[in-house]
């Protein structure tokens, strides 16, 4: 049994008890040598203790009191640390129970692929048992173009001055970005906006629209080829850039987008979709008006990239620092954050802010220290193979670039650009360079889908993964084969067997801890005898067992209960399954095993009414036992508030006691100043008599 995780601060009640025996006789004792003490004091003219004699009267007045209090105390900490132990083993059994809750526990496959060359198989628990034939015809490829050669990596292709590429989409059969509008101040459209014929969503590669006078350009990125998907992408892009909720884009009329502002106040014009994105060497971010400690005007570009600014510089108390820049958004704001989180790490301290507001981009020292030297470098780029390699690949705009060397010896180094994989893939490129750039793509390399037959029904993809075709398998294409693939999947009850044989573990451990709590002869270490007589705890037992070895909620055609599994409870209530008996039942009803325990169900809430099975009901009913507002969390929590009542009776208790010593304590002083003066009358007296004595008998 694992109770070690859970803890207590309580002593048993046996060893409190007597404690307190001994010290209410040793107090009982003393009283009786003080007594005796001041009868031998008065006869004998000695004096007397009296702050001892205050106290141990005090002493035998408090101890009975407050050894009854503290004996409750004690086995309240007691119960306290019984339910602790009860509810971390539920909590166990809980974890066992909810590993065998739902359908997809029980449904570990394997696949076997018997072409390996051809593609590789993977499955997931919602993959059935079976066969299945895949012949893959021909993989999915993307464009790729390559230019004509230059001399090296450094040829310059425009004078030295920036230029853009243009690269063009020519899945255009079906497509139309539609006809933009302005409809009012805070409020523009694009009407009738289509997909291609062979829908993509990478139909669209640009959005552009002005807001405030500021111009964007995103990337659309749908989820699905469909104007519902690109308004939400393109209104999830517009809100990230600016910072709020105010921008939003949905489908007007099921044709339109619409673009609006919820304030009203912006200004939203010339909305504009494309099947073309650019790619510019100078990205068109701005470096503002450095001040001493401030920058003012900088701002990302028009297609907005995190990549936008190089370098950040500033002198802090005559050191100068630079750092590279890394928000995590395309905005001032998460720039300034950014460059603050850096500062404070070169800084070792938090005495650094970066902030943002309205224009300005400010830095602050909190003790006073001297900024000096604030600046921003963009990126920029190369008007060179090298350079635009480095741009395009930059600006995560769908497209990679690889700078390539032929070996030839004239003009060796050509730009290979690759688009992404699938038929409607292809694109066209031009350019505004003074050196004409010229692309070709060779035979073979246009872009195209995957083609496979998976069980006699051909089937066309873009990519070469592919997950949609058999449930719960994915199907990783290698290359075109002649020879088809037979797939097997197959159920592995290895690791189910493993769960329900914890299950046995779980409940053992927390039927033995609910018996040692409850048993008075317990020899158990903090938690044993702790909840003798406890009839909530008998009730959970009894609960747990009714639940757990009761007939399910969701009966199979054969198998009903635990019992029918190899479970067995023997006369000590000790859980135990019969592996031979398990086996069988996985084997020849297993469909009946998993109604059993699940339902077939799978994540059903802890609060759904619905039956859920074995394990789903069981997992139910320890969670509202375990709850806050839970009988077991109540009992603890009501012995705690009376340990509370019971240490104010303590504390008032002890109040009263001072003030009872404090009143003995005057009392004994008087009885001994009185005392004392007796006896010095006694001594004068003695003292006279023995004087006339002496004159009388004359000696």
């Keep these: 049994m694992a109770t070690s995780a859970v803890s207590s601060t309580s002593t048993t009640t046996t060893s409190t008890l007597s404690a307190n025996k001994t010290a209410a006789a040793a107090t009982a004792a003393a009283n009786k040598a003080a007594a005796q003490k001041i009868l031998t004091s008065l006869s004998a003219g000695s004096g007397v203790d009296t702050a001892s004699l205050a106290q141990n009267l005090v002493d035998a007045e408090q101890l009975p009191q407050a050894n009854a209090i503290n004996a409750k105390i004690t086995k309240n900490d007691s119960k306290v640390s019984g339910i602790s132990a009860v509810m971390f083993m539920m909590s166990e059994l809980q974890t066992a129970l909810t590993a065998v809750k739902d359908r997809d526990s029980f449904n570990t496959v394997t696949a076997v692929n018997s072409n390996t060359g051809a593609l590789n198989v993977s499955a997931s628990s919602a993959a059935t048992a079976g066969s299945h034939t895949v012949s893959v015809s021909a993989l999915s490829s993307p464009q790729r173009s390559i230019s004509t050669g230059f001399a090296s990596a450094d040829t310059s292709l425009n004078g030295g001055s920036p230029f853009s590429l243009t690269l063009t989409g020519a899945n255009t059969a079906g497509l139309s970005v539609g006809t933009p509008s302005t409809t009012a101040t805070f409020q523009a459209t694009i009407?009738?906006?289509?997909?291609?014929?062979?829908?993509?969503?990478?139909?669209?590669?640009?959005?552009?629209?002005?807001?405030?006078?500021?111009?964007?350009?995103?990337?659309?990125?749908?989820?699905?080829?469909t104007l519902k998907d690109l308004a939400a992408n393109l209104q999830s892009q517009l809100r990230a850039i600016d910072g709020s909720s105010d921008l939003s884009v949905t489908v007007s009329g099921g044709t339109d987008l619409m673009i609006s502002s919820f304030t009203t106040s912006r200004a939203i014009s010339s909305p504009a979709l494309s099947n073309a994105v650019e790619i510019n060497l100078d990205n068109g971010a701005s470096v503002g008006t450095s001040g001493t400690s401030t920058i003012t005007g900088a701002s990302f570009g028009a297609y907005p990239s995190t990549s936008d600014f190089s370098a950040f510089k500033v002198t802090i108390d005559g050191t100068p620092r630079s750092l590279v820049p890394g928000p995590t958004a395309p905005t001032m704001e998460a720039l300034a954050a950014n460059l603050q989180m850096q500062l404070r790490t070169l800084d070792a301290s938090t005495d650094i802010?970066?902030?943002?507001?309205?224009?300005?981009?400010?830095?602050?020292?909190?003790?006073?220290?001297?900024?000096?030297?604030?600046?921003?470098?963009?990126?920029?780029?190369?008007?060179?193979?090298?350079?635009?390699?480095?741009?395009?690949?930059?600006?995560?705009?769908?497209?990679?670039?690889?700078?390539?060397?032929?070996?030839?010896?004239?003009?060796?180094?050509?730009?290979?650009?690759?688009?992404?994989?699938?038929?409607?893939?292809?694109?066209?490129?031009?350019?505004?360079?003074?050196?004409?750039?010229?692309?070709?793509?060779?035979?073979?390399?246009?872009?195209?889908?995957?083609?496979?037959?998976?069980?006699?029904?051909?089937?066309?993809?873009?990519?070469?993964?592919?997950?949609?075709?058999?449930?719960?398998?994915?199907?990783?294409?290698n290359a075109a084969s002649s020879t088809p693939a037979t797939v097997l999947i197959a159920r592995d009850t290895t690791d189910i067997k493993t769960k329900l044989a914890s299950l046995v573990t779980a409940y053992n451990d927390f039927n033995d801890i609910v018996n040692q709590t409850t048993d008075p002869k317990s020899t158990l270490d903090t938690y044993g005898a702790t909840l003798v007589g406890d009839s909530t705890v008998r009730m959970v037992r009894q609960q747990m067992r009714a639940l757990i070895f009761g007939a399910s909620s969701t009966p199979g055609t054969s198998i009903k209960s635990l019992g029918e599994l190899g479970y067995t409870l023997d006369q000590k209530g000790v859980l135990s399954l019969d592996s031979s008996k398990l086996d069988s039942a996985l084997t020849n009803n297993y469909a009946d095993v998993i109604k059993l325990f699940t339902g077939g169900h799978n994540k059903l809430s802890a609060f759904s009414s619905a039956p859920a099975g074995i394990a789903g009901d069981a997992v139910k009913k320890i969670t509202s036992l375990l709850a806050k507002t839970g009988p077991l969390t109540t009992k603890s929590d009501n012995a705690n508030i009376e340990n509370t009542k019971y240490q104010a009776r303590l504390d008032k208790l002890q109040v009263r006691m001072d003030a009872l010593l404090v009143r003995y304590q005057k009392q004994f002083a008087s009885m001994d100043s009185l005392v004392g003066s007796v006896n010095s009358q006694k001594t004068s007296l003695k003292s006279t008599f023995d004087g006339m004595m002496a004159a009388y008998t004359n000696k």
């Design 191 to 225: 009407a009738s906006p289509t997909f291609g014929t062979a829908a993509s969503v990478t139909d669209f590669k640009n959005f552009a629209v002005t807001i405030d006078g500021k111009a964007y350009s995103l990337t659309p990125a749908p989820a699905t080829a």
């Design 353 to 477: 802010s970066v902030s943002y507001s309205g224009s300005e981009l400010k830095v602050v020292s909190a003790s006073g220290r001297a900024i000096a030297g604030t600046s921003l470098t963009k990126t920029s780029y190369d008007d060179t193979p090298a350079g635009l390699a480095a741009a395009i690949n930059a600006s995560n705009r769908g497209f990679k670039a690889q700078l390539v060397n032929d070996g030839g010896s004239s003009l060796p180094y050509k730009l290979m650009i690759t688009g992404a994989t699938g038929s409607t893939e292809g694109f066209s490129l031009s350019s505004t360079s003074s050196t004409a750039l010229s692309f070709a793509t060779p035979s073979g390399y246009t872009a195209s889908d995957a083609l496979l037959n998976v069980d006699g029904i051909s089937y066309q993809r873009k990519s070469n993964t592919i997950t949609d075709i058999v449930p719960g398998l994915t199907l990783n294409l």
